[in-house]
């Protein structure tokens, strides 16, 4: 710093010895020093601090059950079953009392549909 005050102070005197320079001139030259107010501080403000956070654990679920569509069977055939299927009928035969006597009677019965046996 003195240096620097030396050198502009040696400037100054040799500006105002130089031949052609008025004396007004030099009473007018003055010698600048390069002091003035300070300049406005400098803040600094550190950014935030970061969080850093695991990601949530992944959880898997799993597949969807995917159901096949029910298969489409046709329609079952339904054919009326006959009343009297052929080899079902039986004969039989019995005593039956008519008037105070015994009289013999034969018959055929056959099984119905419906499991109910039917006299023809």
């Not at 550190?46 to 990601?55: C, E, G």
């Not at 298969?71 to 009928?89: E, F, L, N």
């Not at 035969?93 to 549909?113: H, K, R, V």
Request: glycine share 8%.
């Amino acid at each position: 710093m003195r240096r620097a005050c030396l050198a502009v102070l040696a400037m100054a005197l040799f500006a105002c010895a130089m031949p052609g320079v008025e004396a007004r001139d030099r009473m007018s030259f003055g010698v600048v020093v390069p002091f003035g107010p300070p300049p406005p501080p400098v803040y600094y403000y550190p950014p935030p601090p970061a969080y850093y956070y695991p990601p949530p654990p992944v959880i898997y679920a799993p597949p969807p059950i995917v159901m096949p569509p029910p298969a489409v069977a046709p329609p079952p055939v339904v054919t009326p079953a006959p009343s009297v299927v052929p080899g079902t009928c039986r004969e039989f035969q019995g005593n039956a009392t008519i008037g105070g006597s015994n009289e013999p009677f034969y018959g055929t019965a056959c099984l119905g549909a419906d499991g109910q046996w039917r006299v023809q």
